[in-house]
């Protein structure tokens, strides 16, 4: 059941208040784009500093495992006296197959939510069909391991026990994977606090049919990813569905989803449904149209966001970045860096 879309929505805000109403099942609050689809690169941030090719790992083939770390304007890495800052892990997109963390699409991610008071690392993955999963989760969870890292909290001045993960379609697998992957509190090894997914696939035990904007089989993609031979019965794309790992233990998220774009909208219904069967507090965004992963992310949608991980990473109010207005140029393709 989805909700109608605002006399449902203040209707329940006001029960809440008055009788403990909440939402469950696939419940959302249905949203329409406020404009024009703002890609995140129409805003530049010069003022957020990027240190680029940081490396946070080595893959089991060797291969360095790099990332790009953004940082807020008011947090003085070398001020051992200031407060240390939540950390949070953004994934990029591209079918598991393609995209890089410094595309013009992420690298105006990382340094948005930067300039919002976070540390923001942007991260490179293993992609297939060179490597297959596990590779992509176990190369992401080294950068949250790296994030805790005694020698990178002093370095950057971290709070190890606040760390979040932000990624949409392909990314927000993966994101996904963060939140649910093991058990128990969010504070040790390579556990998140809080997640913040646009788009993911969450359950790939099937072909997951994808409407004609769509350029390819999306089935031959889960295969490719998996290293499955055929999706049914594969131990790999069930471990790599994130639906298929929740538990009661797993942090907050937040859910943003297109009612008419390629991934369907059953994939985020089916596993809201799943992650609050089991307690887990749930933040579920869907938005009229076709707008797929980032290109959800108007202004409304950042604000969101940015509510969702001030709340559960206890974020207080500091200094924002106020970007130069948005220019005309369309920028990025909205397949490959998405």
Request: glycine share 8%; with cysteine.
């Amino acid at each position: 059941m989805r909700t109608a879309p605002t006399l449902l929505a203040a209707a329940c805000a006001l029960a809440l208040l008055m009788a403990g109403c909440s939402p469950t099942g696939d419940d959302s609050e249905r949203v329409e784009p406020t404009a024009l689809p703002v890609y995140p690169q129409l805003r530049t941030y010069p003022e957020v500093p990027v240190i680029e090719d940081i490396q946070y790992g080595v893959a089991d083939d060797g291969q360095p495992l790099l990332l790009d770390a953004c940082f807020p304007t008011d947090h003085d890495i070398d001020d051992l006296e200031s407060d240390p800052r939540p950390a949070i892990v953004s994934i990029h997109g591209g079918s598991w197959m393609r995209g890089d963390k410094a595309n013009l699409n992420w690298r105006a991610v990382c340094q948005w939510l930067a300039s919002e008071g976070f540390v923001v690392v942007s991260v490179n993955y293993r992609l297939a069909p060179a490597s297959v999963f596990p590779a992509q989760l176990d190369d992401v969870s080294q950068a949250v391991a790296w994030l805790r890292d005694p020698v990178t909290v002093e370095r950057y001045n971290l709070d190890p026990d606040r760390i979040g993960a932000f990624g949409g379609s392909a990314g927000g697998n993966l994101a996904a994977l963060l939140g649910t992957a093991g058990s128990g509190d969010w504070t040790s090894g390579t556990r998140v606090a809080a997640v913040a997914e646009l788009s993911g696939p969450t359950d790939l035990r099937e072909r997951i049919p994808t409407t004609d904007s769509y350029n390819q089989d999306f089935g031959d993609v889960q295969l490719a990813y998996t290293g499955c031979a055929a999706l049914e019965g594969c131990a790999a794309a069930a471990d790599a569905s994130p639906i298929t790992r929740v538990d009661d233990t797993d942090p907050p998220f937040f859910v943003g989803h297109s009612v008419d774009e390629f991934i369907p909208l059953s994939q985020s219904d089916d596993f809201v449904t799943e992650l609050r069967g089991a307690g887990v507090p749930v933040t579920y965004v869907t938005v009229e149209g076709s707008l797929h992963s980032i290109g959800m992310l108007d202004d409304a949608m950042q604000q969101r966001i940015v509510a969702f991980f001030r709340d559960t990473l206890s974020l207080n109010a500091v200094t924002r970045v106020t970007p130069p207005e948005a220019g005309t140029d369309d920028g990025d393709e909205a397949g490959a860096g998405q």
